[in-house]
């Protein structure tokens, strides 16, 4: 009857909505991926060039990093918080003020 017209148009229209869902995850992966493999402005073409002109060595990167995460764990801090912990005491040390 009635009940059973609607139930196929409530699917039918559950099943477009998500279709088109799908399709711009589809679009927006593609895009993605252009974006990874563009030569000139693309991720990997950026890191490839800031690799380029890094000095360190692979192991001396992951060594410098070793050595901030364990001065982090020191002060019981996020690595991302040492430059402000850093310059705190910096400015205690020479300017007196309370880290």
């Known amino acids: 009857g ?17 279709h ?3 399709n711009l995850v589809e ?3 593609f895009e ?3 974006f990874l493999d563009d030569e000139d402005k ?8 800031d690799r380029r002109q890094c000095s ?5 990167l992951l060594e410098y990093i070793a050595e901030w995460n364990t001065l982090a ?4 801090i996020s690595p991302y918080q040492l430059p402000s912990c850093h310059d ?3 400015k205690e040390f020479h300017g007196g003020v309370e880290a």
């Open 73 to 76: 764990r020191k002060h019981g």
């Open 56 to 60: 360190m060595s692979a192991e001396e």
């Open 27 to 29: 679009d927006a992966l």
């Open 32 to 34: 993605c991926g252009s």
């Open 2 to 18: 009635k009940g059973i017209s609607k139930e196929t148009d409530d699917i039918s229209s559950s099943a477009e909505k998500a």
């Open 42 to 49: 693309g991720l990997i073409a950026n890191l490839r060039d």
């Open 88 to 90: 705190a005491l910096r």
């Open 20 to 22: 088109q869902l799908l």
